[in-house]
């Protein structure tokens, strides 16, 4: 199986940054996609960027030239580094990983299943 662990929440003022990690573990040889996602009380989940094992990457219009994704594929790891962070940025950040190719049973096979992280809160305040 495949384990996601989100860090890096917290509360920060406006205008303030915050860098938020996303580290995935288990017997994984790669990693295809990786993003960030977030949903706050009563809304649906939204995706924030993502990012390629080739490192192409995609962000949402409401936090494009504020946030910045990057990946580390040696580390399994996704960042999210996030500026000029305004109080509707507060929500739960999950982490969603798809087209694992891991370990099963001694043979390394492509997992179809999507993997979430279990979500770290931002909050900003105004």
């Known amino acids: 199986q495949v384990q996601l662990v989100e860090s890096g929440g917290g509360l920060v003022h406006a205008g303030g940054s915050l860098r938020l990690s996303c580290a995935a573990s288990g017997s994984i040889l790669s990693i295809n996609n990786m993003a960030w996602y977030r949903q706050g009380p009563g809304k649906q989940r939204e995706l924030v960027a993502s990012i390629t094992s080739g490192g192409i990457t995609n962000s949402a219009d409401s936090v494009k030239d504020r946030f910045t994704i990057s990946r580390d594929n040696a580390k399994k790891t996704i960042y999210l580094q996030m500026g000029s962070l305004k109080p509707e940025d507060t929500d739960v950040y999950y982490c969603?990983?798809?087209?694992?190719?891991?370990?099963?049973?001694?043979?390394?096979?492509?997992?179809?299943?999507?993997?979430w992280g279990q979500g770290t809160q931002v909050t900003v305040s105004s």
């Open positions: 969603k990983a798809d087209g694992v190719v891991r370990d099963v049973d001694g043979t390394y096979k492509w997992d179809p299943q999507h993997y």
